[in-house]
C-alpha cells in the first residue's frame, strides 16, 4: 500500500498538528511512501534518518536563492519527450515520472509524481526513434521517476525495443524499488530485464537500515540473472552525514554484491536547502572512507554542474605538483604525505612540509 499526505497521522508518522503544514508541501511536491519505508522508521525518534528522507517537513517550503526548478538542466537537454541527450554516447530514457516514494530531496521533485507522467503511444515512438536515428548512442539510462513501477510487460517491451537497436549496446536502469519495495522486483520483472545486451541495474539507497534482507533477497534475484547491480547514494545532512553511517552503508552494500558507483552530493533543488551539506563536509567524508574502508566501498563523489553541464567527481585530490617542480606529492588515507618523482629525477631528497622525495626506482613508503 501507498501512503500518501493524508494518510501520515493514522500510520503515526506524523502529530495530527502537522497535517496543515504537510498538505501545504503536497500542494508543491509529490507525497507518497511504501509500507515497507513506514515499517522501517522509528516513530520514538524526531531525528530518524528514514523519516528524514521521505516524511515532508515545512521546511521544503523555504526556497534558497541559489535553488532551481530544473537543477541538473534536463530540459535544456531534452530534445523529445523522455529522453535528455547530454553526453553523446549516452541518453537518460524517462518512460515514467511516478515513484514508489517521494524523496524529500529529489533533483527531480518538480518533474515526478505528476498526472500524464508516463510516456505512451506516439510520444514513446518519438522517444524510441530518436535513440534509432542516433547512431552515437551507446547506452540507455532508463530511470525517470522509477522505471520499475511500471508492469512487467511494459519493461519488457522497453528492453525489447531497446534490444533491437543495433548501436545500443548496455541499458542501465535506475530504481529505488530495492530498497523502499522490494517485493515490487518480482521475479516477472526480472525476467523483463532479459536480453542479449548488457543491463545493469543502479539501486539508490542511503542509509544503512535501508538494506533489509527484503532488499537483499531482491538484489540476488537481480545477480542470479546475471545482471550486474550498482549503487547510487545522495550525501544528506542529519542522515548520512556522518563518517560511521557512510561506511556502513558501502560496506553493507559491497556485502550484497552491490557495487557503490555513485554519492552525488545534493543537487539545488527547490526546498532542499536543509539536506545539503557543504562541499567541504563531503570531501573530509569522502577522505575518512578512503582511509577506513576497502575500495570496493568507494563510490565516485560527484557534483553535477547546476544548468546541465554533466557530473565532475569532486573528491579533494590526494595528488598535487612538488613544489620543487620534480614531480608530485601524494597523501595517503592517514594524511602523510610521499614524493612521487618525475621520471628521471634521481637524487633523493628531503622535502618542505614532510614530503620525501626518492629515486623512481625506490618503493615510496
Ligand atoms: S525515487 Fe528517484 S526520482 Fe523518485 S523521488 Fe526518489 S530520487 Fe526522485
Redo the contacts with the bound molecule.
Keep these: 500500500m501507498t501512503l500518501h499526505a493524508d494518510d501520515l497521522v493514522e500510520a503515526g508518522l506524523i502529530d495530527r498538528g502537522r497535517l496543515d503544514e504537510i498538505r501545504r508541501v503536497a500542494q508543491s511536491f509529490a507525497v507518497a511512501l511504501t509500507d515497507h519505508v513506514a515499517g522501517l522508521i522509528d516513530r520514538d525518534d524526531p531525528q530518524d534518518p528514514i523519516a528524514a528522507q521521505f516524511v515532508p517537513r515545512a521546511a521544503e517550503l523555504d526556497s534558497a536563492p541559489e535553488e532551481r526548478a530544473d537543477p541538473i538542466g534536463d530540459d535544456a537537454w531534452s530534445p523529445v519527450a523522455g529522453i535528455v541527450h547530454r553526453h553523446r554516447d549516452r541518453v537518460l530514457f524517462k518512460p515514467t515520472l511516478l515513484?514508489p516514494?517521494?524523496?524529500r530531496f529529489?533533483?527531480?521533485?518538480e518533474m515526478?509524481g505528476q498526472k500524464g507522467a508516463v510516456l505512451r503511444g506516439a510520444a514513446l515512438d518519438r522517444a524510441f526513434a530518436y535513440i534509432r536515428e542516433n547512431r552515437d548512442i551507446w547506452e540507455v539510462i532508463v530511470t525517470?521517476?522509477?522505471p520499475f513501477l511500471l508492469s512487467p510487460r511494459r519493461v519488457r517491451e522497453i528492453v525489447s525495443a531497446l534490444g533491437a537497436i543495433p548501436h545500443v549496446a548496455v541499458i542501465r536502469f535506475h530504481t529505488?524499488v530495492p530498497a523502499v519495495d522490494p517485493g515490487r522486483l518480482s521475479a516477472a520483472l526480472v525476467a523483463a530485464l532479459a536480453t542479449e545486451k548488457a543491463v545493469y541495474v543502479v539501486v539508490?539507497a542511503n542509509h544503512p537500515r535501508e538494506l533489509t534482507p527484503a532488499m537483499r533477497q531482491a538484489v540476488l534475484r537481480l545477480l542470479r540473472a546475471g545482471i550486474p547491480v550498482l549503487s547510487q547514494s545522495v550525501l544528506l545532512r542529519g542522515v548520512n552525514d556522518d563518517p560511521a553511517v557512510l561506511e556502513a552503508l558501502f560496506r553493507g552494500l559491497v556485502a550484497m554484491r552491490v557495487k557503490p558507483y555513485y554519492l552525488h552530493h545534493a543537487d539545488l533543488a527547490r526546498g532542499t536547502a536543509h539536506f545539503r551539506t557543504s562541499v567541504e563536509t563531503g570531501q573530509r567524508l569522502v577522505r575518512d572512507l578512503r582511509a577506513g574502508a576497502s575500495g570496493l566501498c568507494q563510490p565516485t563523489y560527484v557534483l553535477d554542474i547546476p544548468g546541465g553541464f554533466g557530473k565532475v567527481p569532486i573528491a579533494a585530490s590526494a595528488i598535487a605538483q612538488s613544489a620543487e617542480g620534480d614531480g608530485w606529492v601524494v597523501e595517503d588515507g592517514a594524511g602523510r604525505r610521499h614524493a612521487y618523482l618525475a621520471p628521471g629525477v634521481e637524487i633523493a631528497r628531503e622535502g618542505a612540509g614532510g614530503a620525501v622525495a626518492r629515486a623512481p626506482s625506490e618503493p615510496v613508503a
Excluded: I, K, L, P
Excluded at 529529489?106 to 521533485?109: E, G, H, L, S
Design positions: 515513484c516514494v517521494y524523496c529529489c533533483f527531480r521533485r515526478v525517470g521517476g522509477d529505488r539508490h
